[in-house]
C-alpha cells in the first residue's frame, strides 16, 4: 500500500527503508528541499552552487536513508547532510583556489560572483561580517528553523556552544543593520 505524498516524514521514510519506495522519497524531497536549498544558498552565497550542492544532499539521503534514527527530525538529518557537502564543496574550492592562484598569469582578476539584489545584499552582508560558525548557526537556526539541538546534531557543536554562536551573530547583525542604518 502506497503511503500518501502527506504522511509525517516518519512514514514517509519507513516506505523509503523498507520497499525504497520512490514516491515516498520524492515526497521527502518536494517537502524539504526549499529549506535544504536556503540554508546552502545563506551559507555558499551562489545560487549555481548551493543548487548543485542540495541536489547532491538528497542523492546521498537516497543512498544512506538506512542509516536515519528517528533521534531527530528527518529535516535535521537532510540539514546535516547538506552542511557536510557544503564542507567538503568549501574544502575543494578552497584548495582549487590555491592552485589557480598559483598558476594565474593575471593576478588581481576579480571573479567574484555577482551581488543579489535588495535587502537580500544586506542580509548576505551582514552575514558575511560574521565568522563561519556563528554564520552557519544563525542559518541553521534562523533561516532554516532548526532548534539550538537540532543545530547541534547538525553541526557537531554542543548545544551551549551553538546558543552562543547564535546570540553573538544575532548581536553582531543587530550592531552591523544599526550602523548601517545610520549611515
Known amino acids: 500500500m502506497a503511503v500518501p505524498p502527506n504522511a509525517p516524514d516518519g512514514d514517509l521514510v519507513a516506505a523509503v527503508m523498507a520497499a525504497g519506495d520512490r514516491r515516498a522519497f520524492g515526497a521527502l524531497v518536494a517537502r524539504h528541499q526549499q529549506a535544504v536549498r536556503a540554508l546552502l544558498l545563506r551559507l555558499t552565497r551562489q545560487s549555481a552552487l548551493a543548487d548543485d550542492l542540495a541536489q547532491e544532499t538528497f542523492l546521498k ?9 528517528a533521534e531527530g527530525s528527518f529535516k535535521a538529518w ?5 552542511y557536510s557537502e557544503f564542507l567538503m ?4 574550492a578552497r584548495a582549487a583556489r590555491r592552485l589557480s592562484e598559483g ?3 593575471e593576478p588581481g582578476e576579480d571573479s567574484a560572483p555577482p551581488e543579489p539584489a535588495g535587502e537580500r545584499v544586506d542580509l548576505d552582508r551582514a552575514l558575511a561580517e560574521l565568522g563561519e560558525d556563528e554564520r552557519t ?16 546534531q ?3 557543536l554542543p548545544v551551549g556552544t551553538v546558543k552562543s554562536h547564535v546570540n553573538r551573530g544575532r548581536a553582531k547583525m543587530k550592531l552591523w543593520f544599526e550602523r548601517k542604518e545610520a549611515a
Open 61 to 69: 539521503a537516497w543512498t544512506r536513508i538506512g542509516s536515519f534514527r
Open 78 to 82: 537532510l540539514c546535516a547532510i547538506a
Open 89 to 92: 564543496g568549501a574544502r575543494k
Open 103 to 105: 598558476l594565474a598569469a
Open 137 to 152: 548557526c544563525v542559518v541553521l537556526c534562523y533561516a532554516s528553523g532548526l532548534s539550538h539541538s537540532e543545530a547541534a
Open 154 to 156: 547538525v553541526t557537531g
